[in-house]
Each structure stands twice: as C-alpha cells, then as structure tokens.
C-alpha cells in the first residue's frame, strides 16, 4: 500500500515499498540487474569521497553453500537467496573527523543505494549482521584488515510458504516507523 505522500512521488514510493522480506525466491537475478545494483552502491555519497566501501559479491552456487554454513540460525531465511553481497569496510578507511567512525556511514550510503535500486528492478533486499565474520571471511578471502559491516542478501520475492509459520506471522505485519512528530526538531529540540 502507497501512503498519500508518496503518491506520484517515485523516490519516497519506493523508499516506502522497500522491505527487510525473507521469503526469497532461488530465481536467479539477471546479471544487468546485479550489475545496476552495485553500481547504486559505488555512486554513493562518502566523507571526502572516501568510498570506504568493498563489495564481495557471491553467487557461484559452490561458494553461496560454504557461505550459508556461517549464517546465524535467526537468519536460515536468507539461503534460499540467490547473492549474497558481502559490504566490507577498513575501520580506518573513511574520515576520521570528530572522532567518529564515519566509514560506517558511507557504507550504510552504499548498502541504501542498493536497496532503492533492487526495489527499483523489482527485486527484495535484506541487510544482515547475524552471522560469524572469521568463517565469512576465511571462505570469501577478505583481507585481515577489513571488516565485514553487513551481508545483504537479494532475490525476488519468493513463496511464504517456505517460511515458518512464526517467520510468515512476522512477515505479514505492517512495516511501522516512529511519526515525524517524535523524531524531527525544528530549529530547536
Ligand atoms: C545493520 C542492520 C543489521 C540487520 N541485521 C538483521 C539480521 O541479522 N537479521 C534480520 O532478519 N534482519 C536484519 N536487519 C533488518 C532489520 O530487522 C529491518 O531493517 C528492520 O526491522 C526494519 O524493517 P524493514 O527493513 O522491513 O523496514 C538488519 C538491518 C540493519 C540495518
């Protein structure tokens, strides 16, 4: 369901219709799709254009298997799902103004570019932090020094019978956010 506000309105429609969905169908994504994915996610904004950002992307069958053995059991879901997207990040690869750990926001730029443009080719995104880095890392090879920020898993939206039924209860209910009123300040707190 479209709310009023994003009637019309092609960037908060699709914001708005972007869900966290598990019921992933095995239908392979068209490689044209994969590609416009990851380049959503490269055009992101970075503190200095630092693009702390390095994405390991799986979908050789062989491998997505090895890769599954590390996921956590909440997120099981995500087998079924064609690519995984591995986002990786150096913790002293982006600006390090006030102290703050900034690569985390370019990588979250990035993985939000990728899910507006999965909703835009017609395909569902779901960014993860539940499985074991180390197993992840010794599978895929990603260097010592970098991190693995989060694994997005992408498909098409599959059957909800393929989930359980306390997963699908979950699944069926509403996406909801805190109203504007409680979370924006104007011109003072
Ligand atoms: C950093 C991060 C980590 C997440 N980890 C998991 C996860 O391990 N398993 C899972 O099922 N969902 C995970 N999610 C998805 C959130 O639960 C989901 O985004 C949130 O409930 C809002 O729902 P929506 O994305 O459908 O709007 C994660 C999301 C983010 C941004």
């Known amino acids: 369901m479209v709310s009023k506000m994003a ?7 699709e914001i708005m219709r972007r869900r966290s969905g598990k019921a992933f169908s095995s239908r392979p994504i068209e490689k044209d799709k994969i590609q416009s994915i990851l380049e959503a996610g490269r055009w992101a904004p970075s503190c200095s254009n630092t693009q702390a950002w390095q994405f390991v992307v799986l979908e050789d069958k062989d491998i997505l298997s090895e890769a599954h053995e590390a996921l956590s059991r909440g997120n099981a879901w995500g087998k079924r799902a064609p690519l995984m997207v591995l986002v990786t990040a ?3 690869g982006g600006c390090p103004s006030h102290g703050l750990p900034y690569f985390m926001m370019d990588v ?5 570019n990728m899910l507006l443009q999965a909703v835009h080719v017609g395909l569902m995104g779901h960014p993860t932090a539940g499985w074991d880095e180390k197993q992840l890392k010794k599978i895929t ?3 010592e020094d970098y991190r693995i920020v989060t694994v997005v898993f992408f498909g098409y939206e599959g059957n909800m019978d393929s ?5 699908r209860t979950k699944e069926m209910k509403k996406s909801t956010r805190r109203p504007l009123d409680e979370t924006v300040h104007w011109n003072k707190w």
Do not use: A, C, M, Y
């Not at 009637?7 to 429609?13: A, M, R, V, Y």
């Not at 979250?108 to 939000?112: E, H, R």
């Open 7 to 13: 009637e019309g309105n092609l960037i908060l429609d």
């Open 108 to 112: 979250g730029l990035s993985v939000q």
């Open 90 to 92: 150096k913790e002293d």
């Open 163 to 167: 989930l359980d039924e306390r997963t």
């Open 141 to 143: 090879g990603v260097p």
